[in-house]
């Protein structure tokens, strides 16, 4: 039987963060793939949902807000990780209430985003998804 990596979706218009979320998660063992725009990352998941997306919030056109809740109105939504550099309390709890797994600050704690991306990811967990056959 052979291993198929997990695959995340980062969706940051920061082309630097995503340079470093993608080298970070692909050492992991990860399969990464971007979008820089909100509209790029929604056709992505409809075409080839991934595993788990990492969601910024401050995007031009349309916001990380705007994203999720669209992400979460599909079917087999992936689950969710809000990564941004606007630390607010307020908007956090907003994004979980939505359904976001977490909401992770920039400048990141990459060990803490990993331990996040491997709970939502661990079978059983709220955000792990149902497809995997049994």
């Given at each position: 039987?052979?291993?198929?990596?997990?695959?995340?979706?980062?969706?940051?218009?920061?082309?630097?963060?995503?340079?470093?979320?993608?080298?970070?998660?692909?050492?992991?063992?990860?399969?990464?793939?971007?979008?820089?725009?909100?509209?790029?990352?929604?056709?992505?998941?409809?075409?080839?949902?991934?595993?788990?997306?990492?969601?910024?919030?401050?995007?031009?056109?349309?916001?990380?807000?705007?994203?999720?809740?669209?992400i979460?109105?599909?079917?087999?939504?992936?689950?969710?990780i809000?990564?941004?550099?606007?630390?607010?309390?307020?908007?956090?709890?907003?994004?979980?209430?939505?359904?976001?797994?977490?909401?992770?600050?920039?400048?990141?704690?990459?060990?803490r985003?990993?331990?996040?991306?491997?709970?939502?990811?661990?079978?059983?967990?709220?955000?792990?998804?149902?497809?995997?056959?049994?």
């Amino acid at each position: 039987m052979t291993h198929t990596p997990r695959r995340i979706l980062i969706v940051d218009d920061d082309t630097t963060i995503v340079e470093l979320l993608e080298q970070y998660f692909e050492d992991a063992g990860y399969r990464v793939e971007f979008a820089l725009h909100g509209g790029d990352a929604l056709t992505l998941i409809q075409h080839e949902p991934p595993d788990l997306v990492l969601l910024d919030i401050a995007m031009p056109g349309m916001d990380g807000v705007q994203v999720l809740r669209r992400i979460l109105a599909l079917e087999a939504a992936p689950p969710v990780i809000i990564v941004t550099g606007h630390e607010d309390g307020a908007l956090a709890a907003e994004t979980r209430a939505l359904g976001a797994v977490d909401y992770i600050t920039k400048p990141f704690d990459l060990p803490r985003l990993r331990r996040a991306v491997n709970t939502a990811l661990a079978p059983g967990s709220e955000g792990a998804g149902d497809s995997a056959a049994t």
